[in-house]
């Protein structure tokens, strides 16, 4: 049984008084709009990995992790294989992305609602439901 790590941020903005959740389509799938994360490289820690894949994905270097949220997700992409995907959540001024790398074509700035609609795998949908829960409740 092979073993994968991935570690990826929820990045989400404050506008007009509404939170907003960034989603990015993929380039060769355009159906396929998904969360900001990529593999642990060599030693690096996860947020080390999280604030690379930012970078990497979107070109935000402004990013403010939020203590408290860290969600792991678990599924098997193909046989004989079991990844984790570790969540962390962060907030961010930017709002302009750059696509620094050739993974991605397009990117949203949405509601959860709205973006949970175009999320394809529902661990997205799970954990950026489970970031606004989280949001919600920081400023109750």
Known sequence: ????????????????????YLIVRYR??????GLI???VENQESEIQT???E??????FQDI???P??????????????VKDVVFFLGTT?????????????????????????????GNDRFVIHRAELFIRNLLS
């Open 28 to 33: 060769l799938h355009s159906r396929y709009w």
């Open 68 to 81: 408290g949220f860290r969600e792991t997700i678990c599924y098997c992409p193909f046989p004989d294989c």
């Open 50 to 52: 999280a604030r690379r």
């Open 37 to 39: 994360k990529g593999h």
């Open 64 to 66: 403010r992790f939020i």
């Open 93 to 121: 001024h930017e709002q302009n992305v750059r696509f620094i790398c050739n993974e991605h074509d397009h990117s949203k700035w949405l509601p959860e609602t709205e973006a949970r609609n175009y999320l394809k795998h």
């Open 1 to 20: 049984m092979r073993f994968e790590k991935s570690c990826g941020t929820i990045i989400y903005r404050h506008e007009h008084k509404r939170i907003l």
């Open 54 to 59: 930012i970078y990497e994905e979107v070109g």
